[in-house]
């Protein structure tokens, strides 16, 4: 008889993205002439710059002769932006982070999605709470989670690491100990982000536990402040007991082109001394025909002079909305939190209103879109996610009717 992945079945409702897309599908559909402003999903807005568009007309063209034509990619990515990530993203920082330890993919959602793939089912593992949706519902997709609490919102076999305004977002470490670790700094959702000596404190405990962190740096362009690491390989020791997950989405504009990479260092081993590496590389090889061609070459010209000189525009247009953002919530008396090295505002909820009455209220008589809080796990209730990547046109008048609410 025909099962499903009984897993799968312990998914609970909807992806959030898709569960907020929906409820604004519906209120667009009942009232057509509004004017919605979306700061939801952190989905960028400005176009690709003209040294990413140039390499993938170029690439388009080779692919149309048969010298130049490319079939398969290379299932782990090709050799020249794999060479590129690790010269611009590690070696300028002087982290030992060799070619070979880069794995190309489709994009960080789905790295950081099938990572867990590679670790037993037995694996404890650890989340900030509020936390990124894909880490969790990946993890309950293999079996990891146990059973879900109603009255605590949790699954039992998790470990929740509270970020709150009390902590100022930055996770205690636990005394029950994990095998694996997600962390992500800049940290969506809260905006917040870890200095460097907090960040080393994580690395030294996994190591003296022999834990794996699986860091996340999707948002490391939104950095300023130069005490916060845009890579866990800047602490030392982090080779024996970091993952770290990279995006082109937030910086370069990829969310519809899809790209990313993850590192897997040749040092990260488990208790048995199985190399994570070759396991990582054993998945790519198995479920994976490598990222497009053109998107790698898209990739490439992302660190080159003009392209560096390009991305640090797109960034500085958005950290402009987040300077908009947090200003004009300020100005109109909410509590808001990040938006400093990162694109995301996390806002308390007005009237103690939760996550999900205030996201309707402000659909329903703003027209404004943002992520409730609640979505991103328990300690996200009263709590509100916008994003700075709108446009400035948009973001103002959001500002504005957040303003009049
Ligand atoms: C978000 O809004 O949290 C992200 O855009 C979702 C993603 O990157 O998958």
Not at 145 to 151: K, L, R, S, V
Not at 212 to 219: E, L, M, N, Q
Not at 238 to 252: D, G, L, P
Not at 305 to 321: C, D, F, H, K, P
């Given at each position: 008889m025909l099962k499903v992945n009984p897993d799968y079945l312990k998914l609970r409702g909807s992806y959030l993205f898709s569960t907020v897309a929906r409820k604004v599908a519906a209120s667009q559909a009942a009232h057509p002439d509004r004017q919605i402003i979306r700061l939801g999903i952190g989905d960028v807005t400005l176009p690709l710059t003209p040294t990413v568009v140039a390499a993938i007309h170029k690439a388009g063209d080779e692919m149309a002769h048969a010298e130049t034509f490319r079939g398969y990619a290379p299932d782990l990515g090709y050799g020249f932006l794999r060479e590129a990530a690790a010269a611009h993203d590690f070696k300028a920082r002087g982290c030992d982070i060799a070619a070979d330890e880069i794995f190309i993919s489709d994009g960080a959602k789905s790295d950081s999605g099938n990572i867990q793939e590679i670790f037993s089912r037995d694996c404890r593992i650890a989340v900030c709470d509020p936390v990124y949706p894909v880490y969790l519902d990946s993890n309950v997709m293999g079996g990891r989670t146990g059973d879900f609490d109603e009255a605590k919102q949790q699954w039992s076999r998790v470990i929740y690491l509270p970020c709150t305004a009390a902590n100022a977002f930055s996770p205690e470490l636990p005394s029950e100990v994990p095998d694996l670790i997600y962390i992500c700094s800049p940290n969506n959702p809260t905006g917040t982000a870890m200095k460097k000596e907090r960040l080393q404190e994580w690395v030294d405990y996994a190591n003296a536990h022999g834990s794996v962190i699986i860091f996340d740096?999707?948002?490391?362009?939104?950095?300023?402040?130069?005490?916060?690491?845009?890579?866990?390989?800047?602490?030392?020791?982090?080779?024996?007991c970091a993952i770290e997950i990279r995006s082109f989405s937030k910086n370069a504009g990829f969310t519809g082109l899809r790209l990313g990479y993850t590192v897997v260092p040749k040092d990260l081993k488990d208790a048995d001394g199985t190399a994570l590496r070759d396991l990582w590389a054993r998945r790519h090889g198995t479920k994976f025909n490598g990222a497009p061609y053109i998107q790698q070459r898209a990739g490439e010209a992302v660190y080159s002079e003009a392209g560096q000189t390009e991305i640090r525009g797109l960034v500085s247009y958005y950290m402009e909305n987040a300077r908009t953002i947090r200003e004009g919530l300020a100005a109109a008396g909410y509590t808001a939190f990040g938006g400093i090295d990162s694109p995301y505002i996390w806002m308390q909820t007005p009237d103690g209103l939760s996550s999900w009455e205030f996201f309707d209220r402000l659909l329903e008589e703003a027209s404004v879109v943002g992520t409730p809080g609640s979505g991103f796990g328990p300690s996200g209730e009263g709590y509100f996610r916008l994003t700075a990547f709108g446009t400035h046109e948009n973001t103002k008048a959001a500002v504005e009717r957040l303003q009049r609410l």
């Amino acid at each position: 008889m025909l099962k499903v992945n009984p897993d799968y079945l312990k998914l609970r409702g909807s992806y959030l993205f898709s569960t907020v897309a929906r409820k604004v599908a519906a209120s667009q559909a009942a009232h057509p002439d509004r004017q919605i402003i979306r700061l939801g999903i952190g989905d960028v807005t400005l176009p690709l710059t003209p040294t990413v568009v140039a390499a993938i007309h170029k690439a388009g063209d080779e692919m149309a002769h048969a010298e130049t034509f490319r079939g398969y990619a290379p299932d782990l990515g090709y050799g020249f932006l794999r060479e590129a990530a690790a010269a611009h993203d590690f070696k300028a920082r002087g982290c030992d982070i060799a070619a070979d330890e880069i794995f190309i993919s489709d994009g960080a959602k789905s790295d950081s999605g099938n990572i867990q793939e590679i670790f037993s089912r037995d694996c404890r593992i650890a989340v900030c709470d509020p936390v990124y949706p894909v880490y969790l519902d990946s993890n309950v997709m293999g079996g990891r989670t146990g059973d879900f609490d109603e009255a605590k919102q949790q699954w039992s076999r998790v470990i929740y690491l509270p970020c709150t305004a009390a902590n100022a977002f930055s996770p205690e470490l636990p005394s029950e100990v994990p095998d694996l670790i997600y962390i992500c700094s800049p940290n969506n959702p809260t905006g917040t982000a870890m200095k460097k000596e907090r960040l080393q404190e994580w690395v030294d405990y996994a190591n003296a536990h022999g834990s794996v962190i699986i860091f996340d740096a999707a948002y490391e362009a939104y950095i300023s402040d130069p005490e916060v690491p845009h890579s866990i390989y800047e602490c030392s020791g982090a080779r024996t007991c970091a993952i770290e997950i990279r995006s082109f989405s937030k910086n370069a504009g990829f969310t519809g082109l899809r790209l990313g990479y993850t590192v897997v260092p040749k040092d990260l081993k488990d208790a048995d001394g199985t190399a994570l590496r070759d396991l990582w590389a054993r998945r790519h090889g198995t479920k994976f025909n490598g990222a497009p061609y053109i998107q790698q070459r898209a990739g490439e010209a992302v660190y080159s002079e003009a392209g560096q000189t390009e991305i640090r525009g797109l960034v500085s247009y958005y950290m402009e909305n987040a300077r908009t953002i947090r200003e004009g919530l300020a100005a109109a008396g909410y509590t808001a939190f990040g938006g400093i090295d990162s694109p995301y505002i996390w806002m308390q909820t007005p009237d103690g209103l939760s996550s999900w009455e205030f996201f309707d209220r402000l659909l329903e008589e703003a027209s404004v879109v943002g992520t409730p809080g609640s979505g991103f796990g328990p300690s996200g209730e009263g709590y509100f996610r916008l994003t700075a990547f709108g446009t400035h046109e948009n973001t103002k008048a959001a500002v504005e009717r957040l303003q009049r609410l």
